[in-house]
């Protein structure tokens, strides 16, 4: 199975500025998937990050919001721009697993912003 | 309407309980997912299954595809199983992102096991 770090765990961040969230996982893979969880909420995809390419954004969510870095097969970060109360969520990447439908998760950014 | 519904949203058992908490779902799907997420935020994947049964030691999973809908079963629950549970199914593949990974996620059963 991979294993899949991020950076920062949680972080509590003031209205107005960035937060930039790593995703680390230790094997070369070539999608990885971020996700929003909201207070209460389900899972919400935000984007799929192939590497080489651009981001694939969902409805709702805009590059200039969340842009996503994809730099290696390892590696991506996302970054949470001109953060508001609304966008305090748990962030978490995911990974596709062996299997054609499985994925594993990280450990996911609990992000609170004041 | 959501295309995967859990119930119940939260459940409270006293430990050594039998639980099941019940997913549905209105797409097809390629394959259902069980996740377990700890109040860290954490996720772990408990099963993928497209048919049939699997259990994996205290934890079954079931799923009727003719019906749509999908088990989770916790036999002799303990209060380390409290958790959010969460159903996700793998909808057929969506050709614009060439993504059949993409999951859908119900929106969790909270359960706590007391002592």
């Known amino acids: 199975s991979a294993v899949i770090s991020q950076k920062p765990s949680r972080d509590i961040c003031q209205r107005g500025t960035s937060l930039t969230i790593q995703c680390q996982v230790d094997?070369?893979?070539?999608?990885m998937f971020w996700y929003r969880q909201q207070p209460g909420q389900s899972l919400t995809l935000i984007a799929t990050?192939?590497?080489?390419?651009?981001?694939?954004?969902e409805s709702g969510f805009v590059i200039d919001k969340f842009p996503i870095s994809r730099p290696n097969l390892t590696f991506s970060t996302l970054t949470v721009s001109n953060m508001s109360p609304e966008d305090s969520s748990i962030y978490l990447c995911?990974?596709?697993?062996?299997?054609?439908?499985?994925?594993?998760f990280g450990p996911g950014t609990r992000l609170t912003v004041t | 309407k959501n295309e995967v519904e859990q119930s119940p949203q939260n459940l409270t058992a006293q430990e050594g309980e039998f639980i099941t908490i019940n997913c549905s779902y209105s797409?097809?799907?390629?394959?259902l997912h069980w996740l377990q997420q700890h109040p860290g935020g954490g996720i772990v994947s408990l099963f993928m299954?497209?048919?049939g049964k699997k259990k994996h030691g205290r934890l079954i999973a079931t799923i009727n595809i003719q019906e749509k809908h999908s088990s989770l079963h916790i036999t002799a629950s303990h209060p380390r199983d409290s958790a959010v549970y969460i159903c996700?199914?793998?909808?057929?593949?969506?050709?614009?992102?060439?993504?059949?990974?993409?999951?859908?996620f119900g929106g969790g059963t909270r359960l706590m096991v007391k002592p």
């Open positions: 996700a199914v793998s909808s057929l593949p969506r050709v614009e992102h060439n993504a059949g990974n993409m999951l859908t």
């Open positions: 990050a192939n590497q080489g390419s651009e981001a694939t954004y």
């Open positions: 299954l497209s048919s």
């Open positions: 094997s070369q893979v070539t999608m």
């Open positions: 797409v097809g799907i390629s394959a």
């Open positions: 995911s990974v596709p697993a062996g299997g054609p439908y499985e994925q594993y």
